[in-house]
Structures are given as structure tokens and as C-alpha cells.
């Protein structure tokens, strides 16, 4: 907490000074306190708060759901909201801007502290989050590279097993030339498969893949096999007992 900066945007002169003397006793860090969004923006810059706790209602106008929307779009920082409001169409405003928590005036020590803390976490996990999809669009291009150095010479198609053939220009699977019908989940881990023929294909790499950020477990690929094995004409998903499934090189 002692090394966690917070930036105070506040107009009234008491409230700001509470904010900060009960942050500090509590080991925050308060980098600064700003009044206005203006200086509010500048401060962000030469600080650079790890949160930003805003009053909803900044100079008696919607400056305030402004700025975190400036926030939301330009800086990508935590922000908690400061108000006394109850009003639904300010919250209904506020809520838009997809803030990590609010404060109610007057505020409560204990509340404040939880507060931040649970929106320091939520914050946390949305960037290990946007990390992991960006480590998956790589994984992605490798993929896309990997079946282009197998596929056939004058055709956009990559031959696997016996007599089955995925074409990477639409993702459809062949057998004996005649299209598979499967849905877009099935065709994706079979591109999966077909791009590391002959190595494992783990359950992680699966759901990572096929699934992407929808959330899925080891039973959601086992079932997916299981739908595949019965559509497909042959039995070529191979079990690696523990691990995942390839298909023979």
C-alpha cells in the first residue's frame, strides 16, 4: 500500500483534505490533489497515479464523469468515483465510464481502504487479462504461419491423416473433397491440431484458442473431442493421456 500513489480529484477543500490525511494514515501514498479536471489531466502525467479517486459531481457540473472517460480512453489507470449522489440519471452516467468502485460521501475510513483495494485487484487481473489475449493474438500469427509452410504448393489446403484436407483460406475441413459440416469451435481446434501435426495439442493451448476469452475448462475440450470424434470418418484425435490430443503427422 505504502508504495501505491493516488491522485485526488476534488473541488471542496475539506473533503480533499480528509481524503488525504485518511489515505496517508492508512499508508497510501497521495500524490497530489487536484480541483478541476484540467489540472487533473496535467497531474496524471507528472505523477503517474497507480488510482484516481474523482468527485462525480467536479465543479458543480459533469466534469467529472468526463474526465474519467478521458481516463477510460487515454491513460488507462484505475478510477474510483467520490459522490453524494443518489440521483439515478448521474449514476446511470457514471456507471458508462465502467468505473473500478464508488465512495460514498460522507466517506468511511475502512470502506475507502476496501475500496481501493478491490479496485486496485479488479484492475490487476483486466491488464494480466488484455496481457494474455495480446500473447494470444501472437500465438495466433505462429499458427497462421506455421499452416502456411504446410499447406500445398498452388492451393490454399494442408493434407492430414488419410484423405482429409483443411482448407486455412475459410477454415473448413475436407474428407475425400466433400466438406465436413462443423461448427466454428470444431473447425478451430482442428486448425489447431492440423497446424502442430504429430505434437500434442495441450488443454491450455485449446482453450486459449479455440475459446479465447469466453472462459472454458478441461471437460469444455473433452466435449469438444468427443463431438468431433462423431462427426469426423475416421477416429484420427489421438489421446495424450493427461496432456491433450494430437492427430499423426
Sequence with gaps: MKNKRVL????DEVTAMN??????????SVASIADDAAS???KMKIYDPDI?????????SNDG???ANYIREKQLMPFIFLTSHTDDHIIEDAS????????IKPFDPSNLHATIQMALYKYDQEK?????????????LNLEKLLYSKKMVDKPI???GDNYYLDISVCETFYNSKKIKLTKKENSFIRLLVAQLGLVVSFEQAIGYVWEDEGATENSVRTLVWRLRNKLPTDIIKNASGMGYYIED
Design 8 to 11: 485526488i480529484v476534488e473541488d
Design 19 to 28: 481524503l488525504k490525511m485518511s489515505l496517508e494514515k492508512q499508508g497510501y
Design 40 to 42: 487533473a489531466k496535467s
Design 52 to 60: 484516481i479517486i474523482i468527485d462525480i459531481s467536479l465543479q458543480e
Design 65 to 67: 464523469i468526463m474526465l
Design 96 to 103: 458508462k465510464t465502467e468505473p473500478y468502485g464508488y465512495i
Design 128 to 140: 494480466k487479462r488484455n496481457e494474455s489475449l495480446d500473447s494470444l493474438k501472437i500465438d495466433k
Design 158 to 160: 494442408v493434407p492430414f
